[in-house]
Antibody, heavy 121, light 110 residues
Framework: EVQLVESGGGLVQPGSSLRLSCAAS????????MHWVRQAPGKGLEWVSG????????VYADSLKGRVTISRDNAKNSLYLQIDSLRAEDTASYFC??????????????WGHGTLVTVSS | QSALTQPASVSGSPGQSITISCIGT?????????VSWFQQHPGKAPKLIIY???NRPLGVSNRFSGSKSGNTASLTISGLQAEDDSYYFC??????????FGGGTKLTVL
C-alpha cells in the first residue's frame, strides 16, 4: 500500500523559511515523479512543484518560482520542499503526491494527508 | 497559469446523472489528453477517480466517466448515490510542463 507521510509544517513567522518532508513507502520510489500541491483553508487546490524520477525535470508554479525548491533523496525514499520568504498567503495544507509514472506529466496517483503551514506573526 | 473553470455547484437526485464541466484552453486541456478528476470529502485527501481523460483507477466505480471535447473536459456521474455528495476537482497538464487545477465543484445529492 502506498503511504506518503508529510512533516515539517507548523506556525512560522512571515519572512522565515521552512523545509517540508515527505516519507514514501509501499512503492519503488525511484521509479516515480513526485509533486507538491497546496490547499489554503476553504480554498481550491494549487499545484506547487514537481520533480521527475531522476530529478532531471524540475518545475514550479509561476506564483512561487524563486521562493521554493523541490528535491528528492531516492536512497531515503524522501521528497522535500524548501519554502523561503514565507508570506501569509502561503498558509495552506501541503500535500505530497506520487505521480503515475516517472515523468512529471503523469497524473496524481496517490496523496498524503498533508501538513499544515501557518504563516503568522 | 490560470485555473481551469468549473461550476461552483451542481445537484441531482439519487439515481440521476450529472455532468461537471472543466473549461481550459489550448495550452492545457486542448493540448493533451492529460486531464484528471478527483473527489474530495471534507477534511480528507483528494482521491483520483479519472485519469488521462477517460481512464478509471482500479476500484473506482464505473458510474464515473470522463470525456473531452476541444478545451473542455467533463466528468459524468451516473446513478447518483448519497455517497457521491462531495467536492470534485479537475486538473490538466500544460504546455509549460506545469499542472493546473479547476476551482472545484460541490455536488449535492438531493
Amino acid at each position: 500500500e502506498v503511504q506518503l507521510v508529510e512533516s515539517g509544517g507548523g506556525l512560522v513567522q512571515p519572512g522565515s523559511s521552512l523545509r517540508l518532508s515527505c516519507a514514501a513507502s509501499g512503492f519503488t520510489f525511484i521509479d516515480y515523479a513526485m509533486h507538491w500541491v497546496r490547499q489554503a483553508p476553504g480554498k481550491g487546490l494549487e499545484w506547487v512543484s514537481g520533480i521527475s524520477w531522476r530529478s532531471d525535470i524540475i518545475v514550479y508554479a509561476d506564483s512561487l518560482k524563486g521562493r521554493v525548491t523541490i528535491s528528492r533523496d531516492n536512497a531515503k525514499n524522501s521528497l522535500y520542499l524548501q519554502i523561503d520568504s514565507l508570506r501569509a498567503e502561503d498558509t495552506a495544507s501541503y500535500f505530497c503526491i506520487k505521480a503515475g509514472g516517472g515523468h512529471t506529466r503523469y497524473f496524481f496517483d496517490s496523496w498524503g494527508h498533508g501538513t499544515l503551514v501557518t504563516v503568522s506573526s | 497559469q490560470s485555473a481551469l473553470t468549473q461550476p461552483a455547484s451542481v445537484s441531482g437526485s439519487p439515481g440521476q446523472s450529472i455532468t461537471i464541466s472543466c473549461i481550459g484552453t489550448s495550452n492545457d486541456i486542448g493540448a493533451f489528453n492529460f486531464v484528471s478528476w478527483f473527489q474530495q470529502h471534507p477534511g480528507k485527501a483528494p482521491k483520483l477517480i479519472i485519469y488521462d481523460v477517460t481512464n478509471r483507477p482500479l476500484g473506482v466505480s464505473n458510474r464515473f466517466s470522463g470525456s473531452k471535447s476541444g478545451n473542455t473536459a467533463s466528468l459524468t456521474i451516473s446513478g447518483l448515490q448519497a455517497e457521491d455528495d462531495s467536492y470534485y476537482f479537475c486538473t490538466s497538464y500544460t504546455v509549460a510542463y506545469t499542472h493546473v487545477f479547476g476551482g472545484g465543484t460541490k455536488l449535492t445529492v438531493l
